[in-house]
């Protein structure tokens, strides 16, 4: 849990927040830091669309990061429910206390029901934890791949994201005293419910230009040759280009730049690209095509822009 010495105000302004998080090594263009500026100073959800792979979990991290403020995910799958996404009672425990109150001759049902259903038997998940008052502030709350789950869970956020609070029948209301910054993202997999997007302010993540995914590695994998990275960036770019199953994302580049600098790469050669396509490809179709004649050809083609840039 970060430190509440050690929390920030929310940035007062677009550049604020791009230095903000530029100082965690995440490059944004402005569009991106608008968005986030907005979504924090009006406190709304951010919902981000975009492939995967492009570094949308990633701005829910480094905003927890660089705030200093707690980071609450739920990560999202088929067949996600309340008991998992939101409170659960621990009925063992329950049980136990049920069998000593008997035990002990206690009579009053009633007295039985209120004491095991209290909230020292509550578990709470992320959704519940997130409504809890921090010294450090509002948490962070990442809902990461909505798309994941179920449409009927859907129906479960919308209490939490108009009023940010939960309601647990055996206990009430329970409403967060300052609303968490909630970062929902999705990679599309399916279309997300109008009612959960009106609630949020919208950014699409799509893949970094040349200039930004250049800038990204530099920050992410300073020790890559700068020969290598920027050869490193443009095939990645042309690769992108082509049509394949599942394009590469800003983190298989990252993955890519690291594992080429494990075999003391100073540039690439179709050999050493051919050797490594399992690290930027994550499909044997996508592999195949590109492998061979292809990645020399991709290869040649980046030799040359570089060479007239």
């Not at 000593?100 to 259903?117: P, S």
């Not at 909505?146 to 859907?154: G, I, M, N, Q, V």
Request: charged share 30%; aromatic share 6%; with cysteine.
């Amino acid at each position: 849990m970060p430190d509440p010495i050690n929390s920030k105000a929310s940035p007062d302004t677009i550049e604020a927040v791009q230095k903000l998080l530029a100082d965690e090594r995440y490059v944004a263009d402005r569009s991106l830091a608008t968005v986030l500026f907005l979504g924090l100073r009006m406190g709304r959800p951010l919902f981000l669309e975009g492939e995967a792979g492009v570094g949308k979990t990633e701005i829910a991290k480094v905003l927890a990061s660089g705030l200093g403020r707690r980071l609450v995910r739920l990560q999202c799958y088929e067949g996600l429910d309340v008991a998992s996404a939101v409170y659960e009672w621990n009925y063992t425990a329950q049980m136990v206390e049920i069998r000593i109150a008997e035990a002990e001759g206690m009579a009053d049902r009633g007295k039985i029901e209120a004491g095991v259903f209290s909230e020292r038997f509550l578990i709470k998940r992320p959704l519940l934890q997130a409504l809890e008052p921090d010294p450090g502030g509002a948490p962070v709350l990442l809902i990461d791949e909505l798309d994941r789950a179920d449409e009927a869970f859907e129906a479960f956020l919308l209490e939490v994201l108009s009023d940010f609070q939960v309601t647990i029948p055996e206990l009430g209301t329970i409403k967060a005293p300052e609303p968490p910054i909630v970062i929902i993202t999705s990679n599309r997999t399916r279309e997300i419910h109008d009612a959960i997007k009106r609630r949020c302010l919208y950014h699409w993540v799509d893949y970094p230009d040349a200039t930004r995914e250049r800038a990204i590695l530099s920050a992410k994998v300073p020790g890559a040759p700068e020969r290598l990275a920027s050869q490193v960036v443009a095939f990645v770019q042309r690769l992108r280009e082509e049509d394949l199953f599942k394009l590469p994302g800003v983190a298989e580049t990252l993955d890519w730049a690291q594992a080429l600098i494990e075999l003391d790469a100073v540039a690439l050669d179709p050999d050493i690209i051919d050797d490594t396509l399992g690290v930027l490809l994550k499909y044997q179709d996508d592999i195949q095509r590109i492998e061979g004649s292809e990645a020399k050809r991709l290869l040649d083609d980046v030799k040359r822009e570089l060479k007239d840039a």
